[in-house]
């Protein structure tokens, strides 16, 4: 009984484990990727563009101190995540990434590498559905 006690515990602690992320406003998780400071934004349920943004925007300003002028680059497009197996995710950096076309347009997405928005319009997203969590029915 004390082996298998013994070999439970074992097998407990040298599980993998997942660092938990920052929640964003909208309930999106983000975790840093590498020490470059590319970070991931991951998927939720019924995740739209402008929510991907929310959690870039919100990370950059309250986990990462930036201010909120300064820009947030998309460095990969929606895609597997590698930081949450099973899951989507977008990854964003406070630095363009090399070669992408970082000029501004007008739609919003998650497809194009070099898209980027100043934090506080990205952080702004988060408000566009704070009314569906307030009211929910």
């Known amino acids: 009984m ?10 407990i602690v040298a599980l993998p484990t997942v660092a938990a ?4 406003i909208n309930r999106f998780e983000v975790y840093p990727v590498n020490k470059s400071g590319v970070f991931e934004v991951v998927n939720r349920h019924g995740s739209a563009p402008k929510d991907f943004w929310c959690g870039a925007g919100d990370y950059a300003i309250r986990v990462l101190r930036t201010s909120a002028t300064q820009r947030v680059y998309l460095v ?3 895609g597997p995540a590698v930081t ?4 989507k995710g977008v990854q964003f950096a406070l630095n363009p990434p090399q070669g992408a076309d970082t000029s501004t347009g ?10 980027n ?3 506080h319009m990205a952080q702004n997203y988060c408000y566009d559905r704070i009314e ?6």
């Open 2 to 11: 004390r082996v298998r006690l013994s070999l439970l515990l074992a097998a």
């Open 21 to 24: 992320g920052f929640q964003a």
């Open 76 to 78: 990969q497009a929606v």
């Open 84 to 87: 949450v197996q099973g899951r």
């Open 106 to 115: 007008y739609s919003v997405t998650v497809k194009k590498v070099g898209d």
């Open 117 to 119: 928005m100043p934090a």
């Open 132 to 137: 569906d969590e307030l009211w929910p029915f």
